[in-house]
């Protein structure tokens, strides 16, 4: 089956005229532009929630005239060299939206990459092209996912008009690569994107640390904020397909999954790893936990008497004086009913990174008001038992730690006793309540 190429620009001769190709591992059918092969792959993006394929990312695949494997990058450096990145992009999009209409289902999306060149020309002449390619495969906007590289390109206004312009025609937008190069929340807030995908970088960097893993749920939170869904890509592994689980991602594509290739609709199996997936990271969320509460118990107990010691007129200092002998204590302290700290802390450890002059500004925390904390606001909500929180920094040095907190009555004045332990764990902390 013959595929309609785009019309060539005036600075260029047309490509070969396209035509099916029936090699090997590539069923679908491909295109000719100058000494190449073209051809569609589709990668999977997957719901983990919905346990199923919601989408394929279009990618190109180019074989030259001895039949060798050529990078997309290389096709596109021969286009720009004839200035012809525009027609190059166009028969590419022409490609995969015919591959993708011969065998997809009626619900996902397709993916498609705007060369960052051409998605920074502005609007002029898109919305006859696009708007006149869906139309003539019977697909929909709605359908179609475009995916922008901002930092590719030069002029930034005719970048966000191009966004505009796809948005107001019914095309969800992705800001693809975010947390690499140069990423920041402001191209979040300007180009408005749909969908948020995150670098590989970023779970590659999570599986080794412990810090990188505790922020990516928090990054993706942040996300969630400004109203973007959000896709881990690059996923090869199934540590870091766990960790993805642990993110709170909404979708997710990499290898581990499926490599790109044909355009394979889903079959049962699909739904059946997901599951398995979703079994395996319950088992690691719940067996951390449990280690988690196993390794806090005896703590806790001797916060509880601490307290209740607190409670009957015991000093603080005598009241403590039990919890010193577990190595994770840093330190304990008293707050008042409104989260003001009444006296000094009270430290087991000097040795920490922000002991000693450099955090000297931070370190006399006397007076100090804990009131926007949550192990302050827990506490209080909930006199009488004990409150977890964390892993948080904390100020006085700077260090990520736990915080054990109970409000209490001791002559006739509510108190809430804190206890800070240093954070020795790498997943998702039990965080709440322990009870009376």
């Known amino acids: 089956m013959f595929i309609p190429l785009p019309r060539a620009t005036a600075t260029a001769p047309p490509p070969a005229m396209a035509r099916a190709d029936l090699s090997p591992g590539f069923p679908h059918d491909g295109t000719s532009y100058r000494e190449f092969r073209l051809h569609s792959a589709f990668q999977p993006i997957f719901s983990p929630s919905h346990r199923r394929t919601v989408g394929y990312e279009a990618l190109l695949r180019a074989r030259d005239q001895l039949d060798q494997s050529v990078p997309p990058p290389r096709v596109f450096e021969s286009a720009a060299r004839h200035g012809d990145v525009t027609g190059l992009d166009r028969l590419a999009r022409s ?47 709605t359908r179609v996912v475009i995916e922008i590289l ?58 080794h640390n412990p810090a990188a893993r505790r922020m990516l749920p928090g990054l993706v939170a942040l996300i969630h904020e400004v109203g973007c869904l959000v896709l881990l890509e690059g996923i090869e592994t199934d540590a870091e397909a766990l960790i993805a689980m642990d993110s709170d991602a909404d979708l997710l594509q990499g290898f581990h999954f499926a490599k790109p290739g044909p355009l394979v609709p889903d079959g049962p199996r699909r739904r059946m790893e997901f599951q398995e997936l979703s079994a395996r990271f319950r088992s690691q969320a719940t067996q951390e936990s449990l280690r988690q509460e196993a390794e806090l118990a005896p703590i806790v107990e001797v916060f509880r008497q601490s307290a209740r010691d607190l409670a009957n007129g015991t000093s603080l200092d005598q009241a403590v004086v039990p919890l010193w002998n577990f190595s994770a204590i840093l330190r304990n302290y008293l707050l008042d009913s409104d989260g003001i700290q009444v006296g000094r802390n009270l430290e087991r450890r000097s040795d920490l990174p922000g002991h000693g002059n450099r955090f000297s500004a931070v370190a006399d925390v006397e007076g100090a008001d804990w009131s926007r904390k949550a192990y302050y606001r827990r506490a209080m909500s909930r006199p009488g038992q004990v409150q977890v929180v964390g892993p948080y920094l904390s100020i006085p ?27 020795r764990g790498h997943a998702n902390l039990l965080h709440g309540s322990l009870g009376g």
């Open 397 to 423: 040095d700077v260090a990520m730690c736990l915080t054990l907190s109970l409000a209490l009555q001791t002559g006739g004045r509510t108190r809430v006793l804190c206890c800070d332990l240093e954070w």
């Open 95 to 141: 490609l995969h939206v015919h591959n993708f209409v011969a065998a997809a289902g009626p619900e996902v999306w397709l993916f498609l990459n705007l060369h960052p060149e051409v998605a920074g020309q502005g609007a002029a002449g898109r919305r006859h092209f696009t708007t006149g390619l869906l139309r003539d495969h019977g697909l929909s906007p």
């Open 150 to 207: 901002e930092h590719g390109s030069q002029d930034k206004g005719l970048l966000t008009e191009s966004m505009v312009h796809f948005r107001e025609n019914g095309y969800l937008i992705a800001l693809d690569d975010f947390g690499a190069g140069e990423s920041n929340f402001d191209r979040i807030w300007r180009l408005r994107p749909d969908i948020v995908k995150l670098d590989r970088s970023l779970v590659v960097n999570a599986v």
